[in-house]
């Protein structure tokens, strides 16, 4: 079955007559349990849930893998990455240019209680160079906002030589654009506030192992840190999950769409998008992708001029997140931590029509030059 087709079908209940498709959120705390717990499949809703259980088939289903774990947030997931896989003494080579928060969650909280941590760039594959001695190999690829890409089948064969775990964040391009675990993966770990839903309506995470083993030390963190999710994101989650395809297919097309317009500008430089055939990315990206996703990057000269260009514009959204039905964009270095240019703009390109898109991307570049 193409992806397309099982997108839509994964994880609902077997046809049962009078049954809804995808029945509503089950919300509950205790379950009905007497005698024997091991006579029930739902103890308590800190170990587990019904809508949790179906949501998390359906992105096994996706990613290719064993078991998949949902979480409270991606942040959630990252901890519980980390936490599951890393002790004092241990090394942890890690994307310099990760995903912020992840970075620094490592380097804080983990460097503190000892993990030694390695940095090296997603380009040109540089942390082959550091595996010697490592226990996790953390990779994002496409890495966000730089939008870098390395080879993670390459990548992973090399750590695995050395005894090293891998986890791929594989949040820009979502389950369907990448599948982390098939190109040699351990993990393959997302936020699914981003593309994955898709409506800029919940926060929520998962991780997808290949080895059942593994997954079962990711659920017993959920269960006892108690990072688990509310029934009814997850329900959403699994209600947006269903149009995925759909809505990837049009943010890529949209997205190389506006790209190829951007490249067009001469006042827009370090235009980065893994899908555009002549990005220093196209090569391993055309390998490993299915879709490119809806990240696009690219700089305007200062400050100035990005903020004028981003308030002009009028079907975009000011936002710090991507992979939303709508347009959104921002000017990256408001938040410090990524190393990037003062007029640096990611740039998440919706599901809207690309001829209105870059029509208002044309008044209101032309009205960030005036
Ligand atoms: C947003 C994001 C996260 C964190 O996810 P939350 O759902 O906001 O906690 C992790 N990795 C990447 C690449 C992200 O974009």
Not at 204 to 230: F, N
Not at 317 to 342: N, P, Q, Y
Request: glycine share 8%.
């Amino acid at each position: 079955m193409k992806a397309a087709t099982r997108v839509i079908k994964a994880g609902l209940p077997e046809k049962n007559q009078g049954a809804a498709f995808l029945a509503g959120p089950t919300f509950a705390g205790p379950y009905h349990l007497s005698g024997d717990p091991a006579s029930s499949a739902y103890l308590y809703g800190r170990y587990h849930n019904p809508t949790w259980t179906a949501y998390e088939q359906a992105i096994t289903e996706l990613e290719g893998g064993a078991a998949t774990i949902v979480y409270s947030s991606g942040m959630a997931a990252v901890a519980a990455m980390l936490g599951t896989t890393l002790k004092a003494g241990d090394k942890l080579v890690m994307s310099s240019d990760a995903y912020y928060t992840a970075r620094l969650v490592a380097n804080g909280f983990f460097a503190t209680l000892g993990v030694e941590i390695q940095f090296a760039p997603t380009a040109g594959n540089a942390q082959k160079e550091h595996l010697v001695g490592a226990k996790l190999l953390w990779l994002e690829s496409p890495s966000n906002p730089s939008l870098d890409v390395c080879d993670i089948a390459l990548l992973a064969e090399a750590a695995h030589a050395v005894g090293a775990l891998v986890v791929v964040d594989n949040t820009t391009p979502s389950c369907l654009g990448q599948q982390p675990l098939l190109l040699g993966a351990d993990f393959s770990l997302s936020s699914d506030t981003k593309v994955t839903t898709g409506h800029s309506d919940l926060i929520l995470g998962h991780v997808s192992v290949k080895d059942e083993a593994l997954g079962d030390k990711l659920r017993t963190w959920r269960t006892q840190m108690g990072s688990i999710p509310g029934p009814m994101e997850v329900w959403l989650a699994h209600r947006s999950l269903a149009t995925l395809d759909l809505r990837i297919e049009r943010h890529a097309k949209n997205a190389l769409a506006v790209a190829e317009f951007l490249a067009t500008r001469p006042e827009v430089t370090g235009l980065r998008y893994p899908g555009l055939p002549h990005d220093p990315a196209y090569p391993i990206a055309s390998r490993q992708m299915k879709f490119y996703g809806p990240v696009i990057s690219f700089e305007l000269a200062n400050q100035s001029m990005a903020e004028t260009f981003l308030k002009n514009c009028e079907l975009l959204i000011e936002a710090t997140s991507f992979g939303g039905l709508h347009t959104m964009a921002e000017r990256r270095a408001r938040w410090g931590g990524d190393k990037v240019s003062e007029g640096f703009i990611r740039l998440s390109v919706g599901c809207e029509d690309a001829e209105d898109l870059i029509a208002d991307l044309t008044q209101a570049l032309d009205k960030a030059l005036s």
